[in-house]
């Protein structure tokens, strides 16, 4: 499990101490190099869930920075409808009719094309829950507190940087082969224990499968209840 997230200077600056780097411009590099190697790790918990409120201009609403993932989209407190088919994915464009869009009488729909969220209403304000990277004040992403994910990174980032002179022969390529194993390594190694849940996790894992009503359209409620025991009463399920 992931519980908590840190800044990446202080991973750059041991890169800095251990390597006696002396470029200022390395650490742009690195910053790269880093969102990279967390995209290649993938693990889910290691993104932070957001709710956030967008507005809808021209039938369209821009994707936050960082969005990873879409857990849901609601409208008023009412879940929206994935809509499907060549018209609904342009809804947003100026040539498309207003009588060939795509309506219904009490639901608002959406698709998603191209970093913008698509609808099939003109204006309004849409609260989407979604899985994003962790960012500091800076915009900079955020790592994952855990050594596994520190040691994976510097790992990455060490490959990168000697990635030149592997290919010009200036070092061993056993050595840097030896170097790419160990970043694979901990690379599985961290994902392995964002994904490992808690037992508060596993408790709730329990009470989500040992369940005698199929409970069906969690997306309605954004999947409040995922996890929630059930309350049965006889004659009353």
């Known amino acids: 499990m992931i519980y908590k997230y840190t800044s990446i200077k202080p991973l750059i600056a041991k890169i800095y101490r251990d390597l006696s780097l002396e470029s200022d411009e390395s650490w742009l590099n690195m910053v790269e190099w880093i969102a990279e190697g967390l995209d290649l790790i993938g693990a889910k918990p290691q993104y932070v869930q957001v709710v ?6 021209n039938h369209r609403a821009s994707l936050p920075c960082g969005f990873i993932s879409l857990q849901g989209i609601t409208k008023q407190g009412v879940s929206m409808f994935k809509l499907q088919g060549i018209h609904d994915t342009n809804s947003c464009s100026d040539t498309v009719d207003e009588t060939n869009r795509v309506r219904t009488t009490h639901n608002a729909g959406y698709t998603i094309n191209d970093g913008y969220i698509n609808t099939n209403f003109k204006e309004g304000v849409i609260t989407v829950t979604c899985t994003m990277v962790s960012m500091d004040e800076e915009g900079l992403p955020m790592i994952p507190d855990d050594v596994s994910y520190r040691e994976a990174l510097y790992r990455y980032v060490l490959t990168k940087l000697y990635y030149p002179d592997f290919l010009s022969g200036k070092i061993n390529p056993n050595i840097y082969q030896d ?24 408790e709730s894992i329990v009470g989500e499968w040992m369940q005698l009503m199929p409970q069906i359209g969690r997306s309605n409620s954004k999947f ?3 996890g929630l025991p059930q309350d049965s009463r006889y004659n009353n399920l």
Request: charge should be neutral; glycine fraction near 4%; charged fraction near 10%.
């Open 52 to 57: 956030l409120d967008i507005p809808v201009v």
């Open 179 to 202: 170097m790419r194993q160990q970043w694979f390594n901990y690379a599985q190694q961290a994902s392995a224990k964002a994904m490992m849940p808690d037992l508060p996790t596993m």
């Open 224 to 226: 409040t209840g995922l």
